[in-house]
């Protein structure tokens, strides 16, 4: 095994062992040096999506859901 591959080996084990939170924060920041090239209209798209969420809070279009509730049916696939 090279020195390099080792190296990555070392890390991937110190990060598993890090909590959750932590492993997250990692994750996304590794995703976002990869991201080179950020779609401008993204953020745009983003800010259009929040407000249409939040007016449909604030009308009661939508019954909001407890995290631990919507956890458990995405973990559990119920």
């Known amino acids: 095994m090279s020195d390099m591959r080792r190296a990555e080996s070392r890390i ?3 990060a598993l062992k890090l909590p959750p939170e932590a492993r997250a ?5 590794l995703l976002d040096s990869l991201d080179q090239s950020p779609d401008p209209d993204a953020e745009a798209a983003w800010e259009a999506e929040i407000t249409k969420r939040i007016r449909d809070l604030d009308g009661q279009n939508v019954t909001p859901v407890p995290w631990s509730e919507a956890r458990r049916a995405i ?3 119920e």
């Open 75 to 77: 973990v559990g696939g």
């Open 12 to 14: 991937l084990e110190d």
């Open 25 to 29: 924060a990692i994750a996304g920041s």
